[in-house]
């Protein structure tokens, strides 16, 4: 949990967001919590720093060891979300960082903002937009927002 934290600006370009009225929805798998490598506490720990420090509406998990429904690219979490929070997911942004991100939102129906941190797998699914930071994730939510009117959400 120590070794836990935000990237530079996170807090702030995140909460920005809100202004749009958008819904902030955190969407993880943490396979390492059902092999027992991280424990729930740990786990819990830091989804409580994320909730002190961004304004999140909510946290889903999926902590199967074997491929779910819920586990990335499985839309199961985003469907569980549309239904909560009666979503229009075709006006959804999911932002991620894996392949498994994207395949999540591809598959739930949502666009999907990829930000490329140059890691070295491989990307079976083509996202809708690319960038390269976070900065530039919001600003081309915000952007798309405007022209659209969306009434919106946004998952991470």
């Given at each position: 949990y120590e070794d836990f934290c935000l990237y530079p600006n996170t807090k702030e370009i995140i909460n920005d967001l809100k202004k749009f009225n958008y819904k902030l929805i955190v969407?993880?798998?943490?396979?390492?919590?059902?092999?027992?490598?991280?424990?729930?506490?740990?786990?819990?720990?830091m989804h409580s720093y994320l909730k002190k420090e961004i304004q999140l509406d909510e946290i889903y998990v999926c902590t199967c060891i074997d491929n779910c429904d819920c586990y990335k690219p499985n839309p199961g979490m985003l469907l569980a979300a549309q239904k909560k929070w009666n979503l229009d997911l075709?006006?959804?942004?999911?932002?991620?960082?894996?392949?498994?991100?994207?395949?999540?939102?591809i598959n739930a129906g949502c666009k999907s903002i990829f930000i490329d941190r140059k890691y070295d797998m491989p990307?079976?699914?083509?996202?809708?937009?690319?960038?390269?930071?976070?900065?530039?994730?919001?600003?081309?939510?915000?952007?798309?927002?405007?022209?659209?009117?969306?009434?919106?959400?946004?998952?991470?």
């Open positions: 969407v993880t798998n943490q396979k390492d919590v059902g092999m027992g490598i991280t424990s729930v506490e740990v786990l819990d720990k075709t006006n959804c942004f999911m932002i991620g960082d894996s392949w498994r991100d994207v395949g999540a939102a990307m079976p699914y083509k996202p809708n937009f690319t960038v390269n930071t976070l900065l530039q994730a919001k600003d081309l939510i915000e952007k798309i927002t405007k022209e659209n009117k969306y009434e919106s959400c946004k998952f991470r």
